[in-house]
């Protein structure tokens, strides 16, 4: 596998795969995920021989082996029915050798992990426009060649009953021919069964492609979304976000359904325009006629209407990001009683959304209602118009065309129309397009999946002059730091509120990339290194930590593979949360709701630091993460603090100093510049501002000491 995987350019290292190392075998599921978290795309698969031979151009294929053995697939060769086969222990150069079906199948259990690289350009990073979604629907050419041909034979079959009303009038009736008619009967029965089944058929197919089409954006769309840069988020509101992605299943929405309709009525019209003009050249000339002077009226109209709809979507955009903002902030929204600001902000959004809707509203109407006359003569003018023309027909054979003409003049009629009313959707769907480009064509975190070093750390960080200032800002947030962290050892960071704290962890995560100077850790540019690595070797505690729905055990696992519940146990030990854990009715397996309402805020806390501490990180951020505990759960974590440190880089941002007194070194930031750095002690001596944040907080402390006592001093005596 490590072969394969280097011809798609990564280079594994057996000593990341996280499967469970005590099965016999690694399983082909374990190594797929192993192989995903290090960049490459990843599948375990069943095959037959048949579909191993189909495979020529994928690259290396692993065989898994019955002896649990592996074996790896270098090429095929439908013609003569061999593969070829390398095993894993042969040299690096060493030539395949040619296998056939039987050879093969006594030794292989079916099993076999594709792999690709991530890297070329996949219809993952193809930028969202209705060209790509339109070869999405292309892509399933096969369908839709079946919908064509179903559509097609569909419009033969609109012409028989026209005509069929055609010679009943003219024939049956004229000449009193009941043959005829009963033919004629026995035709139609056979025609609408037909009818029937090709029109449920078709119907049933553009399901279908609805239906993939849906799951492949859905999967397009969320990946979009997991790899744009954290920074989207921050700045933009999550429910102006989740409405624009909604957008997508508009566009989606229009192109299997409207066009699709419209364009597989316009191939009726191939058929039927030639016929209609056999019946009636003059009659056939108005409907086009009738149907252009419609369609000029729409496009009149577009443009007028494209500006008014942008209003229309803005103000729908801002009313979802009120409500969105108004559903994730509810607690503070309850507990500081802002229910009626809220509600007047919402009162104003609706009122805008109402206003440019009504806009809108109004000018469509115009449009509309200049066509309803133009429709009504097509539908009862014609008549008039055909009844007059077979009048004065001398030959009889008029009125039966007539009543076909009428049958079909509509069928005519609608898809051109709608082809008009396609183009004034369009405005919608483009609008809509923009919408979710806005979001999905955001240039996602560079590299996030694949690319970049991928080294295993030590844990080292070194700052050299770095200096970050955040976009739009003007004051640098950082500004020239530099300072080093030896590996294993654990450092503090102090500062006012605002001197650049989590701005210097955020560097070393990788989140914000853009700032000047040099950031290393273990000698290796943080810029250079696969992100995903880096942020899988780091473990990281916020002040507010996201829990997710199920049980502790699995948020403690958070999905990653190779983890057992014995990891899960030590984990919550060295967080100082197994003591709760194992408190509650069904222990690790107690569910957490959503929002984790039934967990106390330390509680929370301390799950966040055992699911940062399962994976064994060489580096822990613990920023601001004691800050919720109660001092009990406090001293718990500060106690253990010596033991989570073992053997792994600390980097711990805290107000309360008291927790920060064992560390190795203290950074002492002021204003995004590090004004010094070293142990408590020699801090204590030499730095001012340090010194000072010491005697406020010792300050601070001993008043809400003295508080505290007095109460129960005052009560026993
Ligand atoms: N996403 C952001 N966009 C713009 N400016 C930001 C952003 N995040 C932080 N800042 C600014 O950068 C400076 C440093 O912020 P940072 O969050 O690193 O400080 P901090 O020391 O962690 O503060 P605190 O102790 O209050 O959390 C501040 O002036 C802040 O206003």
């Known amino acids: 596998m490590i072969a394969a995987a280097h011809f798609h350019g990564i280079e594994l290292d057996p000593r990341d795969y996280a499967g469970n190392r005590e099965a016999a075998a690694p399983s082909a599921a374990a190594l797929s995920a192993w ?36 074996a790896l697939m270098v090429g095929a060769d439908p013609a003569r029915n061999l593969v070829g086969v390398k095993s894993p222990d042969w040299p690096a150069g060493a030539e395949a050798i040619a296998v056939d079906q039987l050879r093969l199948e006594q030794v292989w259990s079916g099993d076999a992990l594709l792999l690709r690289s991530k890297r070329a350009r996949s219809s993952a990073e193809a930028p969202f426009t209705l060209g790509w979604l339109a070869s999405l629907v292309l892509r399933e050419r096969r369908l839709l060649r079946d919908i064509g041909v179903a559509s097609l034979t569909l419009s033969f079959l609109t012409i028989f009953p026209p005509l069929l009303v055609m010679t009943v009038v003219d024939r049956v009736l004229t000449h009193h021919s009941y043959s005829t008619l009963v033919l004629l009967g026995a035709l139609l ?48 509101p999550a429910g102006e976000t989740m409405h624009k992605i909604a957008q997508v299943y508009k566009v989606r929405e229009f192109l299997t359904g409207k066009l699709l309709t419209t364009f597989l009525d316009l191939m009726t019209l191939v058929v039927l325009l030639p016929f209609l003009f056999f019946l009636n050249p003059f009659l056939a000339g108005l409907v086009l ?35 969105g903002e108004t559903v994730f902030g509810i607690k503070t929204i309850k507990s500081l009683a802002l229910e009626p600001q809220r509600n007047a902000l919402w009162d104003d959004r609706v009122a805008d959304v109402g206003t440019s809707r009504l806009a809108f509203g109004k000018l469509a109407n115009w449009p509309q209602t200049l066509i309803t006359p133009l429709e009504r003569f097509m539908s ?3 008549v008039l118009i055909g009844a007059y023309m077979a009048l004065e027909d001398s030959t009889g054979y008029a009125v039966g065309a007539l009543f076909a003409f009428m049958m079909l003049s ?39 999946v694949s690319g970049g070093l991928r080294p295993r750390f030590a844990g080292a960080v070194s700052f050299e002059d770095v200096s970050f200032t955040y976009a739009g800002t003007r004051l640098p947030a950082l500004d020239r730091v530099a300072f080093e962290i030896p590996a294993g050892t654990m450092l503090g960071i102090v500062g006012r509120s605002g ?4 701005t210097l962890t955020r ?21 250079e290194i696969n992100l995903r690595h880096l942020r899988q070797s780091f473990g990281v505690v916020l002040q507010e930590n996201f829990l997710f729905r199920g049980s502790i055990r699995d948020n403690i696992i958070a999905g990653r593979s190779g983890l057992v519940l014995s990891d899960v146990v030590n984990a919550s030990r060295l967080a100082g949360a197994e003591e709760f854990i194992e408190r509650m009715p069904n222990g690790y397996e107690s569910l957490i709701e959503e929002g984790s309402p039934n967990l106390s805020g330390g509680q929370r806390q301390r799950l966040a630091i055992a699911r940062a501490l399962i994976t064994d990180p060489r580096i822990l951020i613990l920023d601001e993460a004691t800050n919720a505990l109660d001092p009990e759960s406090e001293a718990l974590l500060n106690a253990n603090l010596l033991r989570i440190a073992s053997g792994r880089t600390m980097v711990i941002v805290s107000h ?41 907080q010792n300050r601070s402390q001993d008043h809400q000491g003295h508080i505290h006592v007095a109460p129960a001093f005052v009560g026993s005596r």
């Open 35 to 70: 192989l995903q978290d290090a960049g490459l795309w990843a599948k375990a698969v069943r095959l037959r021989w048949r579909d191993l031979i189909g495979l020529r151009e994928t690259g290396p294929v692993v065989l898994f082996l019955r002896d649990g053995g592996a």
């Open 189 to 236: 029965a056979i025609a609408t069964v037909f009818e029937t089944f090709l029109g449920y058929a078709r119907r049933l197919i553009v399901l279908i492609v609805g239906t993939r089409l849906d799951a492949k954006l859905n999967l397009h769309v969320f990946n979009r979304l997991l790899r744009l840069p954290l920074d989207y988020f921050e700045r933009h």
């Open 289 to 323: 006629a009738c149907s252009a002077l419609i369609m000029l009226v729409i496009l009149a109209f577009l443009r007028p209407m494209r500006s008014s709809f942008a209003e229309v979507i803005f103000a729908e955009t801002e009313k979802a990001s009120v409500l």
């Open 380 to 382: 009862i003018g014609l």
């Open 410 to 448: 509509m069928r005519v009629a609608q898809p051109l129309v709608a082809l008009a009313r396609l183009i004034e959707d369009y405005e919608g769907v483009a609008l809509a397009i923009v919408e979710a480009a806005s979001v999905l064509n955001r240039p996602p975190e560079a590299d996030a």
């Open 499 to 502: 001197s650049g704290k989590s």
């Open 507 to 527: 560097l070393l995560q990788g989140i914000n990339r853009d700032y000047t100077g040099s950031l290393k850790i273990d000698g290796n540019d943080v810029r």
């Open 656 to 696: 309360r100093l008291s927790s920060l007194v064992d560390s190795d070194q203290i950074l002492v930031l002021d204003n995004g510049r590090a004004v010094d750095i070293a142990p408590h002690d020699v801090l204590l001596d030499r730095c001012a501002i340090y010194r000072q944040l010491w005697s406020q």
